[in-house]
């Protein structure tokens, strides 16, 4: 019956579509699903190439970023003293948008697979590692204990407990991974590859073909959705359930002294420069587009460029700040009104669920196309990029207030609408602001996006431009720029949830 | 091989606020069932987790013989049966109990015998979560059993198992433990399986806990019905009662 339901819904909509399609005749907003049937037909080949040279790609990537994420996983718990500074190095590579490492890989690997590849692997490690620690950590002290009754250490429990205790949680990571590495991949068409579906979305936009604009995002958005739903399958046929997991990084002790912060913060700075500057050194590429921190430094010192990369940063910044707001609030809003109509809630938050998973590369050019080149289109491409894994945590977030509390409100006679104000709100916090330091990154790679494939603004139009001029010193230094000011948002955010929580969920801060 | 005896001397251990163990001096002899008895919470548990090596003490010693604790585990030749049976969820009954052989690099040859001796015989590959509580204890207490350990520290291992299964454990399990002279620590809320098990019984004061009463139960009796229906098993009920009631008032 429900198939049945679902069936029709399809169905109505696909009607409802072709007619809208129709009643707007040469529109170059809406292709019919007509017209896309009969595109896809006569470039199938071609796309049949693109879409397997893309999902190769994504593939390997696929492997090797959670591969990367599970031998940094298995360190941390292994040497706990350096999960610190690790995830701090994690957190940092995490909030460089891929739109900015792309074309410095593209540079550094020139032409070929490389970029694409590690691009990939570079937007699924993060997610997969933040699942799998929480699985490796959520291992209860009696098993612990148990192995070191028989003076077994950290290893065996790894091998006996952790290990298998941790695959739910891995699964949900490598289904995260899924839609995400063929985002990886398609961003790393953009930056001059030879074929794939990146390549033909590019070509598509800049000569507004409106019906290969939707052909390309129907292809990548399905594949990336199967994969999504095929891991999500081997998941609970392996291991049986999919645990609810916040994926954040977890926040570090608030009550450091603030020394100690400022060196650690020092030493992770220094680290990572002296990482940069050692593996250029030690590669040995030409030093014409290998740049070095100094010649950052430098390039920055002058103030007729220190000039344009900030006036770039700050449009970029701009413009992505309303989509960011209106992602988190919307989405937040919209989970707690869910909550008010449960029944609307259980049709709608796994229709969410899914659409978190849609690669943001596919959509962006149909939204671009839908709402312009100008702000309006950069903000609804941001807010759809934040707004789904908002709605998803947030309303995670809320069905986990203790159901005692729940109902003590209800024997007092309280409203819903109290319920959701005084008791339900304070609980969706920690994941509103789990959502809330997660989107900056998001939100970055969004705009960025965007304004590489569209609007011709910021540092994402600053860093194509580079592809042309070859002014590799502009393409280091707006992506030092921008991982800076990512990392410095994502404090910021992570500062402001520290005061809120503290004060209305203290118990939440371990 | 006879376990070593476990020897405790001015034992004293904090957690934050609390002050869970005390003045603590005690002797486990060794190859002999030593039973605590104590109110709840007055630090049992810690005097086992002691003795495993699990926390260490703030002030005073815990000696297994001439080695400490960790040394003792790191032989294999540690085991426990505590309250909570903690299996692995994912392996079956058989594996789990064949894990503390693993673990304790022994080989696992009298696993089915000890799933047999614990009435899991028709359970072998059920999971876990298809047992009952007082199941899953008899898993753990078989997979405590199934390394020969010298030291073997039961945390009430019969807590939730059912009256009728656990009058049949008392009678089939000690032997053992006896026949191989393992030093044994067992706690347990029932002062009749005290007595009934044990060559001797501490029993423990209030918190923070330390020894009240040291009573030897009647040594060389067989642990047959008729000891249970003697007058001496009665007369050691009510020593120990006494005992505990004196603690419990002053
Ligand atoms: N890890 C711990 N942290 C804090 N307090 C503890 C811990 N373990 C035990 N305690 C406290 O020590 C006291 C004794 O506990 P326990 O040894 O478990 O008692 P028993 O087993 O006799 O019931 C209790 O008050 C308990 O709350
Ligand atoms: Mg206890």
Known sequence: MIWFVRVLGICLFLVAWEFAARGVPGSVLIAGPSEIAEHIQSEFALYTRAAFATSVNAGLGFVFGNLAAIVLAVIMIVVPKSARLLSAFALLLFCIPLIASGPILRVLFGPGEGPQITLAALAVYYTTLLALLVGLRAVSQNWTDFMAVYGRHPLSTLRYVRARASLPYLFVGLQISAPASFLGAMIGEFTGAERGLGVLTLRAMRGLETEATWALAIISASIAMMAYALLGLLGRRLVGYTPVILLSAPQGQPTQNLWMRVAEMAFIVGAVLAIWQISMDVSGLNRFFAKRPGDVFVFLAESENLATVLSALSETLGSALPGYLAGLGLGAALAAALILAPSLGQVALPVAVALRAVPIITTAPLLVLAFGRGIVGTTVVVAVMIFFPTLVACGQGLRQTPGQIVELFRSYGASKWQTLIKAQLPAMLPAFFASARMAVPAALLAVTTVEWLATGQGLGMLMAMTASTSNYNMLWSCVAVIALAASAIYACVAMIERRILRVYASEQLS | ?250
């Open chain 2, 1 to 250: 091989m006879v376990g070593p005896e476990i020897h405790f001397e001015n034992v004293k251990k904090r957690f934050d606020s609390v002050t869970a163990v005390e003045a603590f001096s005690a002797t486990f002899k060794a190859g002999q069932t030593t039973a605590l008895v104590g109110p709840s919470g007055c630090g049992k548990s810690t005097v086992l987790r002691l003795i495993a090596g699990l926390t260490g003490p703030d002030e005073g010693t815990v000696r297994l013989g001439s080695e400490v604790p960790a040394q003792v585990a790191r032989r294999g030749a540690l085991a426990v049966a505590f309250q909570d049976p903690s299996l692995l969820p994912w392996r079956t009954v058989r594996s789990n109990i064949a894990l503390g052989a693993e673990l304790a690099r022994k080989p696992s040859d009298h696993v089915d015998t000890l799933i047999e001796l614990v009435g899991l015989g028709g359970f072998a590959d059920h999971r876990p979560a298809e047992l009952s509580g007082g199941m899953r204890q008899r898993a753990a207490i078989a997979r405590s059993l199934v390394s020969q350990p010298e030291i073997l520290l039961l945390d009430e291992p019969f807590g939730a198992v059912d009256a009728i299964t656990r009058r049949r454990l008392n009678t089939d399990l000690p032997p053992l433990w006896r026949d191989r002279g393992t030093t044994v620590a067992l706690v347990t809320h029932s002062v009749e399986e005290a007595v009934l098990l044990s060559d001797r019984v501490l029993v423990l004061s209030d918190r923070p806990a330390s020894v009240l009463a040291d009573i030897a139960t009647a040594p060389g009796v067989p642990r047959d019905s008729a000891y249970r229906a003697s007058d001496t098993f009665r007369e050691l009920s009510d020593r120990i009662f006494e005992a505990l009631e004196t603690g419990a008032v002053g």
